[in-house]
């Protein structure tokens, strides 16, 4: 059993920053890959930023420059956004792939509301 909880979402105005944090906990110790997903209104989930056990990174190209994803050990994962614009607004959702079980994880989602 796997529980991933997101905080740090809310409401900022345009060029504003807001840091995610997500924390896993359960019967599984370590993923190999944590990473940011988020779905705006009537559009796709799409993936914002991934990181890996060995510390690769990749990000979505409307983010790159602007949001850093970063981690603390295997069950702790962060994402700072900074330079917020409108159409980042959307639920985002921490997202854990325990690779060994071949099983995805999905947290509730936390809501970022940017203000122009």
């Known amino acids: 059993q796997v529980q991933l909880v997101e905080s740090g979402g809310g409401l900022v105005q345009a060029g504003g920053s807001l840091r995610l944090s997500c924390a896993a906990s359960g019967t599984i110790f370590s993923f190999n890959r944590l990473g940011w997903y988020r779905q705006a209104p009537g559009k796709q989930r799409e993936l914002v930023a991934i990181?890996?056990?060995?510390?690769?990174t990749n990000y979505a190209d409307s983010v790159k420059g602007r949001f850093a994803i970063s981690r603390v050990n295997a069950k702790m994962v962060y994402l700072q956004m900074n330079s917020l614009k409108p159409e980042d607004t959307a639920v985002y959702y921490c997202?854990?792939?325990?690779?060994?079980?071949?099983?995805?994880?999905w947290g509730q989602g936390t809501l970022v509301t940017v203000s122009s």
């Open positions: 990181i890996t056990s060995s510390d690769s």
């Open positions: 997202y854990a792939y325990a690779g060994v079980y071949g099983t995805g994880y």
